[in-house]
């Protein structure tokens, strides 16, 4: 008998064990991918699926005064932002002083139509960078162009008019004592009239600006500017 007969034949074993190690292998993948799957969902960020909603306000300051806005107030989306601004742009509905809803809806028919209920009050903050304040231009600056005709008084507010030809042209000048009451309101013409009403908070200057045919109710509006600018500037416990 030859040497090579006498030894035993090994390689169907050699194939049987990688047979084996190979469904091992496989039965391992099997069980792993779904481990491997879960672990994945449990992990997987989320936060694509929840949106952030808007912040309600910012802190923005503007000429080095800090004021609390409401951010659907803001009339411009540059400028909802937190931060250093030089001036905003807001409104709010009147007479509740909340924030304005959505927009109306403006078609052909309501275009030009100026009997449209008018129910905002807009407000706009600006840097002063020391320039003069408002109620020293209403005593110093103002009368040097004022009619000379006296002042006209209509439910405790009196009326002025500014002369022709001067930079207030077309325009009057309403003050009032008690409450204290200044605004300068443009005349009726093609557009209905509008007032302005400015005052200095701190570094920055209010312009509130409404149609001018509020003034029957003048007391009111003067109310509702003093209670803005104390949700503004109040609002953050000072």
Request: aromatic share 8%.
């Amino acid at each position: 008998m030859s040497i090579s007969s006498s030894l035993p034949h090994r390689a169907p074993s050699r194939r049987k064990s990688g047979r084996s190690h190979l469904g091992m292998s496989l039965a391992a993948a099997v069980i792993a991918v779904p481990a491997a799957g879960l672990v994945i969902y449990l992990l997987w960020p989320t936060w694509g699926a929840y949106r952030a909603s808007p912040p309600t306000s910012f802190p923005i300051s503007v000429g080095g005064t800090v004021f609390n806005v409401p951010g659907a107030a803001i009339r411009m989306k540059s400028q909802r932002y937190s931060g250093p601004q030089e001036r905003i742009d807001l409104s709010f509905a009147y007479p509740s002083l909340q924030p304005p809803g959505a927009p109306r809806h403006v078609t052909a028919e309501t275009i030009g139509n100026r009997d449209q209920p008018v129910d905002r009050i807009f407000v706009t903050i600006a840097a002063h960078h020391d320039a003069m304040p408002p109620d020293v231009r209403v005593r110093t600056i103002y009368p040097r162009y004022l009619d000379e005709r006296p002042a006209e008084t209509a439910d405790g507010l009196g009326v002025q008019a500014f002369r022709s030809g001067s930079p207030y042209e077309n325009e009057d000048l309403m003050t009032a004592p008690t409450p204290a009451f200044t605004a300068r309101c443009s005349r009726g013409g093609e557009t209905p009239g509008t007032c302005l009403s400015e005052r200095r908070v701190g570094d920055a200057d209010f312009t509130f600006r409404f149609p001018r045919k509020w003034l029957t109710r003048w007391p009111d509006i003067a109310a509702a500017m003093d209670r803005l600018t104390a949700q503004l500037r109040n609002s953050r416990g000072e």
